[in-house]
């Protein structure tokens, strides 16, 4: 997993509620095999006039003028700003994948959806929650602004405004830790292996219709 | 006193994580007993273990099966799309390899793998279930723990049998009393996801009881599970009752002789302790549900069939307001159009949620002996798995169907999220048995009205939106 420390960057605010997974990334761009290469698909279908395919030469594509990525702006934005429940749907770790991909670090809305959360501590992509309130001045806060960046520090975890506002964020200490450090979930649960089959032997005694 | 969620946990849990204080933030080690694998989510997961160097921790805890991409026609020619193909091929080589039972394409175990978990008895009360699936919620009907994962997480469960994960909050939603006559499971599904709104489940595990559930068939009880996901909640789950174990005697994979004497005493404790403590409970009343549709582009829009599209300029709230213009938009819908004034290009009825037995001959009833009506392009039936088919043709389901000029299709995802060749053209406009109606979801532009499968069925007959309880 990727290390997460702290990110200063442009900030793309994308007004909409209930983000979903499928906006975020078309299914038909999970018939891949690998696990990069999303990003020029992220959002595809808000971002681009014509339809996507995988495959396609996406320089070759007619992009939506209308869409926050696609104006000079917000381009380079590092930070994506969002309504609540944002990643709702799918469990597609794709989602994730592209928007990392594309090149954002962090994802600032109100609420995000369960599996997402949680889909996205596991590649090192910050999703942070703020109250609903806290999100609608920074939306404002940035159509007033060009150039409008947000600094953010896991450490402390607070997300700091351009003059110099400070809010505090919430995060479960096992899952900063994990990404403080880059941590490599699979191996840390491998060195537990002896309590894993610990657990087994007792319960394949208990219920040994679970192992036939 | 404990809730079933408690009781499910508590039995997996390895051990609890702490950080370097001692402190423990509720993140556990959680053992899996079953891991259900499709084409979609598993490449990459598989990938990651072989570059590890790992092996996969108990592979006959895991079954694997091609659901997304697989055709529903002329599957003796095997998939023409290539990108599909290698996806499914992906999966078939990594199961060969590691030695993985897998239900292949041309197996009539083949199927959506919400379906054939249960078909098969591979998901028992007890269990803990995940899938690189959201809709893994299904399995919940079972009294198991049952969620989804992203690739990292099925990675982490091949290689170790167990996910690090936090518990969740605890909600009841109690349904109680008698459904009216043409009201289902999907319809209470709907209802609650009106109710509570789609992210009203976030961070909650759902438990749902009351009587009108405990009357439930396991088909209705999956369907209900199924849609947990639609209100946010990562997992829904049921009470184990002899509707549950009669269901899963004599299934393949079910125990038996002593062994299934053992386990139905302990499934039997699966269930809330009287007097145990949730943090939300929500009560519905059965019989004030009616059958109903969705209008817009999230599950949470929906309506009853005697309803309207409801109208944005009297809602005051400006994100919700500025989303429901957004929505009746793509959804190319006027306000204040009655539901049953809406006619459908398409009628879908298939999906984990709805393409069981009970869910085909629910639609059967409706459509038998009348036919589709000339405004309907396509109407299509694609059977949970090649067992729902089989059992259908037994009872000469497909006959009334092509009969009254719907397809009768192969096994599998199909229309419900259109990656394969089964999907809406821009504009089109679809009565669907799935669960989401996102925008795109059934193809790029393609319009989804989320019913049942009676409601839909009588959307073929009507040529638009009709409710079923006038049509029976
Ligand atoms: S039927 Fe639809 S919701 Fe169910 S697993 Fe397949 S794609 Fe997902």
């Known amino acids: 997993m990727k290390k997460f420390f702290s990110c200063e960057g442009l900030v793309a605010p994308l007004d909409r509620a209930n983000v979903d997974t499928d906006a975020i990334i078309p299914k038909q761009f999970l018939k891949s095999i690998k696990r990069s290469g999303f990003g020029q698909n992220l959002f595809d279908e808000w971002r681009y006039l014509d339809h996507g395919e995988p495959g396609m030469d996406s320089s070759q594509r007619k992009p939506n003028p209308d ?54 501590f596991k590649i090192g992509l910050l999703p942070i929650a703020l109250d609903a309130d806290t999100v609608d001045q920074l939306f404002h806060e940035i159509e007033a602004t060009q ?66 | 006193m404990q809730t079933l969620y408690d009781k499910l946990w508590q039995s997996h849990v390895v051990y609890e994580e702490s950080d370097n204080q001692g402190k423990q933030d509720g993140t556990a080690l959680l053992y899996i007993d079953r ?24 592979r006959n805890s895991i079954l694997a099966v091609a659901d997304h991409n697989v055709p529903t026609t002329g599957r003796s020619h095997g998939i023409s799309d290539p990108i599909s193909r290698v996806q499914v091929e992906t999966l078939d080589q990594n199961c060969e390899e590691l030695d993985i039972t897998e239900f292949r394409m041309n197996d009539i175990r083949q199927g959506i793998v919400h379906v054939i978990g249960p078909e098969q008895g591979a998901t028992l009360p007890g269990m803990t279930v995940v899938c690189g699936d959201s809709h893994t919620s299904t399995h919940g009907a079972f009294g198991c723990l049952a969620f989804g994962i992203g690739t990292s997480e099925v990675e982490h469960v091949l290689a170790t049998q167990c996910l690090l994960t936090k518990k969740a ?96 005493a302990y499934w039997r404790t699966l269930k809330s302790d009287e007097g145990a403590r949730f943090d939300r409970v929500v009560t519905l009343a059965a019989a004030q549900i009616k059958p109903q549709v969705t209008w817009g582009t999230s599950p949470e829009m929906v309506t009853t069939i005697d309803g309207k599209v409801p109208d944005p300029s009297r809602i005051d709230d400006i994100v919700k307001r500025h989303d429901m213009e957004h929505a009746l938009k793509y959804m190319g819908l006027a306000p204040n159009t009655p539901i049953s004034e809406i006619r459908p290009d398409k009628i879908f009825i298939g999906s984990c949620t709805n393409s069981r037995i009970e869910d085909l001959r629910a639609a059967a009833k409706v459509v038998r002996g009348r036919h589709i009506a000339a405004n309907i392009k396509l109407a299509m039936v694609v059977p949970g798995s090649g067992l729902v088919k089989q059992q259908a043709e037994q009872e000469g389901l497909d006959k009334i169907f092509l009969d009254a000029g719907f397809e009768w299709r192969e096994p599998g995802c199909s229309m419900c999220l259109a990656m394969n060749d089964d999907r809406l053209a821009p504009g089109e406009r679809c009565a669907s048995t799935s669960n989401r109606n996102f925008e795109g979801r059934q193809g790029p532009g393609g319009r989804t009205h989320l019913v049942s499968p009676a409601m839909a069925a009588a959307a073929a007959v009507a040529g638009h939106f009709v409710d079923v309880r006038e049509i029976n």
């Open chain 2, 35 to 58: 891991h259900l694998v499709h084409e979609v989510t598993s490449p990459q997961a598989f990938e990651g273990l072989k570059l590890a160097g790992r092996r996969p921790w108990r």
């Open chain 1, 147 to 212: 150039g409008y960046r947000l600094a953010v520090n896991l450490r402390d975890q607070s997300v700091t405004t351009p003059s110099g506002k400070l809010f505090q964020f919430d995060i479960d200490s096992f899952r900063k830790h994990s990404l403080l450090n880059g941590l490599d979930e699979i191996g840390l649960t491998l060195q537990h292996s002896d309590k894993i089959r610990a657990f087994e032997e007792k319960y394949r005694a208990a219920q040994p219709w679970l192992f036939t």
């Open chain 1, 67 to 120: 869409f926050i990525l696609n104006m000079p702006r917000y381009s380079g934005a590092e930070i994506l700003l969002a309504r609540a429940n944002f990643g709702c749907g799918s469990s597609r770790e794709h989602a994730p994948w592209a928007l990392q991909d594309y090149g954002f670090q962090v994802i600032i809305a109100p609420s995000f959806a369960d599996i997402f959360f949680n889909n996205c």
């Open chain 2, 169 to 264: 909050k605890a909600m009841q939603i109690v349904v109680e009393g008698e459904l009216g006559h043409g009201v289902t499971a999907k319809d209470i599904a709907l209802a609650i996801v009106g109710e509570i709104g789609t992210a009203g489940g976030t961070g909650y595990a759902v438990e749902f009881a009351g009587s009108a559930i405990r009357a439930l068939s396991m088909e209705g009880r999956m369907t209900l599970c199924n849609m947990a996901i639609e209100a946010g909640a990562r997992a829904g789950m049921i009470a184990v009752d002899d509707t549950t174990i009669e269901y899963i005697r004599g299934r393949p994979f079910a125990p038996v002789g002593d062994l299934w004497e053992k386990a139905i």
